[in-house]
């Protein structure tokens, strides 16, 4: 069966496709320096760390992860961001690449990269 979208709603998700492919236009993840891709929800934040080369994901982490919730979503976020650079340097990984994807680097999204910044991961 499958989603009926009226005309704004195709427009709304189209504007969304160009706005990731001009962001990943810029960048490729690589083994030497693997992409840290971001996807938040309206609940929900997930991270992982891509190598595009071979089209791998090498660490991942989220919310579901995190022990201790709690209800402001920009510090879970940021508590994401500490967890991914730990699964990140175990892995000997160091250096990567920011994938923001569609969404602004503001909020949670800023939140996810500065906790990974200070988790010891260089963008």
Do not use: C
């Not at 979208?5 to 504007?15: D, G, Q, R």
């Not at 979503?73 to 961001?81: H, I």
């Not at 650079?85 to 990984?93: N, R, S, V, W």
């Not at 920011?98 to 500065?114: E, L, P």
Request: proline residues 1%.
């Amino acid at each position: 069966m499958g989603i009926k979208l009226n005309n704004k709603e195709k427009i709304k998700a189209w504007k969304r496709v160009r706005r990731v492919a001009r962001v990943r236009a810029r960048f490729d993840g690589t083994a030497v320096r693997p992409r840290l891709a971001v996807e938040r929800t309206l609940k929900h934040i997930r991270v992982q760390v891509i190598n595009d080369e071979t089209g791998k994901t090498l660490v991942s982490a989220g919310d579901h992860e995190i022990k201790a919730k709690t209800e402001n979503k920009v510090d879970m976020a940021s508590a994401v961001g500490k967890l991914v650079a730990e699964k990140a340097l175990k892995a000997g990984i160091k250096t990567v690449v920011f994938d923001r994807r569609s969404y602004r680097y503001h909020g949670r999204v800023k939140a996810v990269a500065d906790g990974a910044r200070e988790g010891g991961l260089i963008f």
